[in-house]
């Protein structure tokens, strides 16, 4: 079965998932995740893609940005994809494939998820038991985002614009969010929404996107439409 296309919307943001193959290591020093994150922010600005957040993990890399053209994010994702793999194969003295198969990515609802979208990722080492707070972490945007720490790769979306007039204000409304925790729910929907690569967002924005793109944008619940006449009939023959 032929895989569908991937939902791209030009100017509606992304979570992008890529794992390391076999959940393998793909960082393993210091120069690794820097020449990552430089070659990242230069594929970034050739295919006009707007990096909002970001956590690099042992094995595996979270992104949320916004496409400014309907190949960026596919482009973007090749150009590093093929900059890193060359340099870590050379420095590791291996060859072969490095990442797990195709990225993984999720067109977001910007107005219910993205705020919570940028927790969730850089709150990623924090759910890992490596650090206890995400200002402790030094590979994700979080110092940037809370803390004004100067990160070239990152532009600040309108969502988080929001959260104030000046940059305090924002950093420090931004800190205030991460006093409480990410819903158990919201979790695994963010979870599943990526991993199976469908919209996340609420029902109004889905009908939207459906709209727009002319394709499902979620998984049909299973067992039919529990309100039509003819699956109330058979559900009573089945009982019977």
């Known amino acids: 079965m032929a895989r569908l296309p991937r939902f791209v919307l030009p100017g509606q943001p992304q979570h992008v998932i890529q794992r390391g193959n076999n959940?393998?290591?793909?960082?393993g020093t210091v120069a690794d995740y820097r020449f990552y994150l430089e070659k990242l922010q230069a594929a970034a600005e050739k295919h006009r893609c707007e990096i909002h957040a970001y956590v690099l993990m042992t094995n595996h890399v979270h992104l949320l940005l916004t496409p400014h053209k309907e190949d960026g994010i596919g482009k973007l994702m090749q150009t590093l994809g093929r900059y890193y793999v060359q340099y870590y194969n050379h420095c590791y003295q291996r060859t072969g494939t490095l990442w797990e198969g195709r990225y993984k990515a999720t067109l977001i609802d910007t107005e219910c998820y993205?705020?919570?979208?940028?927790?969730?990722?850089?709150?990623?080492?924090?759910?890992?038991?490596m650090v206890g707070h995400p200002s402790e972490y030094p590979w994700s945007s979080?110092?940037?985002?809370?803390?004004g720490q100067a990160d070239e790769l990152l532009s600040a979306h309108d969502e988080y614009r929001r959260l104030g007039k000046t940059d305090a204000e924002r950093q420090a409304a931004y800190r205030q969010l991460f006093r409480?925790?990410?819903?158990?729910?919201?979790?695994?929907q963010i979870r599943h929404a990526t991993n199976k690569a469908w919209?996340?967002?609420?029902?109004?924005?889905?009908?939207?996107?459906?709209?727009q793109l002319q394709r499902p944008v979620a998984p049909k619940a299973r067992g039919g439409?529990?309100?039509?006449?003819?699956?109330r009939h058979h559900a009573k023959i089945n009982r019977v």
Do not use: W
């Not at 439409?225 to 699956?231: A, F, G, L, T, V």
């Open 199 to 211: 919209v996340l967002g609420d029902e109004r924005f889905k009908r939207r996107i459906e709209r």
């Open 142 to 147: 979080y110092r940037h985002t809370a803390l």
């Open 180 to 188: 409480g925790r990410i819903a158990q729910s919201t979790l695994e």
């Open 225 to 231: 439409d529990r309100k039509s006449e003819n699956y």
């Open 114 to 129: 993205l705020l919570t979208c940028m927790r969730y990722i850089e709150l990623n080492p924090v759910r890992a038991g």
């Open 23 to 27: 959940r393998e290591a793909v960082f």
